[in-house]
């Protein structure tokens, strides 16, 4: 009996329907935590290189991890995993809810399916009863529309996963939707999911899981709730949620605004956290054991029609809303509510529409491409991508692939504005005048995400007292002194061991990050639940462990992978910024490139960004190192 975990790996061979149990082995337990680390270690070791990402030989994954489904805050993160259709490395993805503890509670801490089943179907899982039912009826249905249709029929007790449309029509950015708003939605994992002939996942768990000290964690428990709700920021941040960082995005000059041709727009003000409480907001909606639903849920009214939708939360709001220049927080709630319906991520699908649209200025799309006129700040234009897209009709078949692929294929130069590292839409923050932010978007391990690493506002308290003063707008820029390089780099690399870190353990990280709940709460917690003691320190290691371990996936599976696939767009890396706080900053390639060079050195990879041998073997990854002159990244793309 592990303690903290419910012992057992759920395994189904969708081809063959053949349902497995295994123990989940201690030494998984004791050396990837849980979540993100069971992903990227099961990835590695059973997945077949070069496997297809849409084909049955990818994994597609579901880990929670020790602290999940235990009594204290936040402790409802699901992670999910498999090769991305976006990128064709590394991909990961979580979402709160309910799904992760009553996986837990139904006796599994991982869930992996294989191959692919013979027709539309659903997994149902309850308790120790597993099995494999068709849903031919549910194929084609919006994702919150068969949530709602699954809730009616098997009840409320059920957790219930779907994807929609877009995942059943391999969309790059297909989500997974969850408790009618909570999204897993980066790097297609609803793709993987639909390629599964997988359209929902319903979970019902009644049992209890092992833990070391059930005493002392009622005590701890009730101890950290306490905590939070002592905090000074517990009153204010709950009611605007992340919405409510939208006007400091936009002060600082970071608010992605017309696919990311500027960074400030001055109707913010319009779709902000405010407006959002004004104009939309019935009640607050949280995840599994929260003590602060950020969730908002309301009712949005627009020509379109009338929807109730949980968001839209700031990313959102920032790549359908600023970077789509839509200014009504209504019309950014309902293009909300069509990509969940649709199931497709809010982020990738913003990006996607936004350089669909400037092409269509630029007159690289035309009407008949494209199937009507579109343009920016009008929902409707927004609206008709995103349907296109979902069922691959006319451009959005084009567009399916993400924003690398669609731009590669229409040429012309629109490769410049496609916005995404690695093939993975970007995230919402404008970085020209944020050095570390930029760094920390180009070495994401999944492609650009702000969820790994965040160093936006130390890029801004910088020594200098701000990153306007490192990066000179005109012609060759100075390159960025070596002790700014160093601290960025060693910022960005602590960041990205300590936001992934909450996804190994399985809860939410908002408390820590926007409250300052103290991380000795949860060295506690898991010593409580697992009877094991770890430092934070030590839980640290783990997830640069796993850091590790995700970059060598990627490097294994993309032919010709490295240096190149760190860059931004040319869009960010040299065309300074036209208007704005920022107007006029930019940065270079050849300060990107210092940037790289600092990162990988600290990193322990090669010049190419490689993981050398000696580096996996520090971290007992030997096994690895074996294996790593066969990898794809020595074959040429
Ligand atoms: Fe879920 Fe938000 Fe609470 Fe985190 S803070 S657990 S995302 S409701």
Redesign the pocket.
């Given at each position: 009996m592990l303690n903290g975990y419910a012992g057992t790996i759920l395994r189904i061979d969708l081809t063959n329907e053949k349902i497995e149990k295994q123990p989940l082995p201690a030494e998984l337990a004791e050396n990837f935590i849980g979540g993100r680390g069971f992903v990227a270690k099961t990835l590695f070791d059973e997945l077949p290189a070069g496997a297809d990402p849409l084909g049955p030989e990818n994994l597609f994954i579901a880990a929670s991890g020790p602290l999940s489904g235990q009594f204290m805050p936040?402790s409802?993160?699901t992670h999910f995993g498999c090769k991305s259709p976006a990128t064709g490395g590394y991909g990961d993805s979580n979402l709160?809810g309910h799904f992760g503890p009553a996986l837990k509670y139904a006796g599994y801490d991982m869930m992996i399916l294989t191959g692919r089943a013979a027709v539309p179907s659903m997994i149902v899982i309850e308790d120790e009863k597993v099995t494999l039912e068709p849903a031919g009826d549910l194929w084609g249905m919006g994702s919150l529309s068969a949530e709602t249709r699954l809730k009616a029929e098997m009840g409320e007790d059920f957790q219930i996963l779907t994807i929609g449309p877009a995942g059943e029509n391999g969309i790059a950015f297909a989500c997974i939707t969850h408790d009618f708003g909570r999204q897993a939605g980066r790097v297609g994992i609803g793709s993987v999911l639909g390629s599964k002939n997988i359209k929902a996942v319903a979970v019902k768990g009644t049992g209890s899981i092992p833990v070391n000290d059930p005493k002392a964690l009622l005590e701890e428990g009730k101890r950290a709730y306490r905590d939070v709700r002592a905090k000074p920021g517990f009153t204010g941040w709950t009611p605007e949620?992340t919405a409510g960082i939208t006007d400091w995005v936009t002060r600082v000059g970071a608010l992605p605004t017309k696919n990311f041709q500027t960074s400030y727009w001055d109707r913010h003000a319009k779709i902000n956290g405010a407006a959002i409480l004004r104009e939309l907001k019935i009640t607050d909606?949280?995840?599994?054991c929260?003590p602060?639903?950020?969730?908002k849920y309301g009712k949005a009214k627009t020509g379109l029609g009338e929807v109730y939708v949980e968001g839209p939360e700031f990313e959102t709001i920032s790549l359908l809303g600023s970077n789509c220049l839509i200014d009504e927080i209504s019309e950014i709630a309902y293009a909300n509510y069509v990509c969940d319906e649709l199931g497709l991520d809010t982020i990738s699908a913003g990006v996607v529409c936004s350089w669909a649209i400037e092409c269509y200025e630029k007159g690289l799309l035309d009407r008949e491409a494209i199937g009507k006129d579109v343009q920016f700040g009008d929902l409707a234009s927004v609206v008709h991508l995103l349907e296109c897209i979902a069922r691959r009709e006319g451009v959005g078949d084009l567009l399916a692939g993400g924003v690398k692929s669609a731009a590669q294929k229409l040429g012309q130069g629109s490769e410049a504005f496609a916005i995404h590292v690695k093939g993975l839409e970007w995230s919402g923050y404008e970085c020209r005048n944020a050095p570390g932010m930029m760094l920390a978007y180009m070495t994401s391990d999944i492609g650009a995400h702000h969820a790994r690493a965040w160093v936006l506002g130390h890029d801004l308290a910088g020594s200098s007292g701000s990153v306007h003063d490192l990066i000179s707008s005109e012609g060759e820029a100075e390159p960025l002194p070596k002790s700014e390089v160093v601290g960025r780099a060693a910022n960005v690399i602590a960041s990205q061991h300590l936001r992934p870190l909450f996804d190994l353990l399985g809860i939410?990280r908002?408390?820590f990050m926007e409250l300052g709940f103290e991380v000795e709460h949860y060295e506690r917690l898991y010593e409580v639940v697992t009877g094991r003691r770890m430092s934070w320190e030590e839980m640290l290691s783990v997830s640069e462990k796993v850091w590790q371990l995700t970059r060598s996936i990627s490097a294994r599976e993309i032919p010709g992978f490295g240096r190149s696939w760190d860059y931004p767009p040319e869009r960010l890396m040299g065309e300074p910024v036209p208007d704005g706080p920022n107007q006029g900053h930019c940065i270079t390639r050849k300060e990107v490139d210092i940037l790289l060079d600092e990162y990988y050195a600290m990193r322990g990879w090669d010049a190419n960004g490689i993981p050398k041998a000696e580096t996996l073997r520090q971290f007992g990854l030997e096994e690895i190192a074996a294996g790593m002159d066969n990898w794809a990244c020595h074959r040429a793309a």
């Open positions: 936040a409802g993160k709160g949620g909606k949280g995840c599994y929260c602060t639903p950020c969730g939410c908002l408390q």
